[in-house]
């Protein structure tokens, strides 16, 4: 479990793996209904995933899920979770040389970066971003060879591999800059920081940082607030573009309904409760539905639609407090 830190001549790798063989973990599945979550939770998914650790312990942030008045949260483990689960520490770094130097120097000790690049250099997202749009993404880098100008990253639902002109565009290498050009956020990820946690100690520790976030969750039913929301965007939606459409879909029905999805996927493995799980997935397919709705771009009523995601929310939440009284 963890780190393995191998090296291949030029190539140095944290976990070994091959994105040829690579196996995803089931929050990634084809079968599911949001292959993918945000960018920030994926990697933390497969990253977690390749070293041998279950991520599905740390999916106890998703019961805080918020409508936050034009979004609902961006939701990704919390770092204490990831300490004290897996002994796994996750800080900023300061990107003060190289930053393809530095991923290869972390990795021989048996860490690793999650560093914010350009989709346009990514090419995993041929069907969205690749060569088309400049779209910021998180990646955590799992192998690099400076020599042969290559690497292997996770990122999305899975591990990738660049190489070539991909590599130096996606670390600027030899491009010029201008001055008003940050050097992209940065972060280190450590596996020294704590035991990982293993087996039934794992499953109570994962149960007891899930009461807590279950126990932080709204104060009032977040569906309901945007519903009221959705009434006052939805003239606006329906009269822009494609564009506007997908943005709007991402910050809100996507999100929460990935994110209820990886709640429920938790129940099923922690709890075993099918009645809270069977709630959970109410919210999911009611997302996805108010997903087509939006994507056809007509006038509709999102009334009935949000009523039911609010009424599956308040399910959700009962069943699970039974679940911890």
Wanted: proline residues 6%; glycine residues 8%; contains cysteine.
């Amino acid at each position: 479990m963890g780190p393995v830190k191998r090296e291949n001549g030029s190539l140095v790798s944290l976990y070994g793996l091959d994105p040829s063989s690579y196996v995803v973990h089931d929050l990634h599945s084809p079968g599911r209904t949001y292959i993918e979550t945000n960018c920030y939770t994926d990697i933390i998914v497969e990253l977690l995933n390749g070293g041998g650790y279950e991520p599905l312990a740390s999916m106890g942030c998703t019961l805080r899920l918020d409508f936050e008045g034009d979004q609902w949260t961006f939701f990704k483990p919390a770092p204490a979770d990831l300490e004290l689960l897996y002994g796994i520490d996750i800080h900023e770094m300061q990107p003060y040389r190289p930053l393809p130097e530095q991923a290869a120097e972390q990795i021989l000790t048996g860490r690793t970066l999650i560093v914010e690049l350009d989709s346009w250099y990514l090419p995993d997202t041929a069907s969205t971003s690749y060569r088309t749009e400049h779209v910021k993404s998180s990646v955590a880098v799992e192998a690099i060879d400076r020599e042969a100008e290559r690497m292997r990253y996770f990122h999305g639902p899975s591990l990738y591999e660049l190489s070539g002109e991909d590599y130096r565009g996606v670390w600027r290498l030899g491009a010029s800059l201008h001055g008003d050009v940050l050097p992209p956020y940065t972060e280190l990820v450590r596996f020294d920081a704590g035991p990982a946690l293993e087996g039934e100690y794992l499953r109570r520790a994962a149960r007891t940082l899930m009461g807590e976030h279950l126990s932080r969750r709204p104060a009032s039913n977040p569906f309901e607030r945007f519903g009221s929301s959705l009434e006052r965007d939805l003239p606006r939606l329906l009269q822009g573009d494609a564009g506007d459409y997908h943005a709007y879909a991402f910050a809100t029905v996507r999100m929460a309904g990935s994110a209820f999805e990886a709640a429920a996927s938790m129940t099923a493995w922690l709890l075993q409760d099918e009645a809270a799980e069977s709630a959970l997935l109410q919210i999911v397919e009611g997302c996805k539905a108010l997903s087509f709705r939006l994507a056809r771009r007509r006038e509709f009523d999102p009334g009935p639609t949000v009523e039911r995601l609010a009424s599956a929310w308040d399910e959700a939440v009962t069943r699970l407090d039974a679940c911890f009284a």
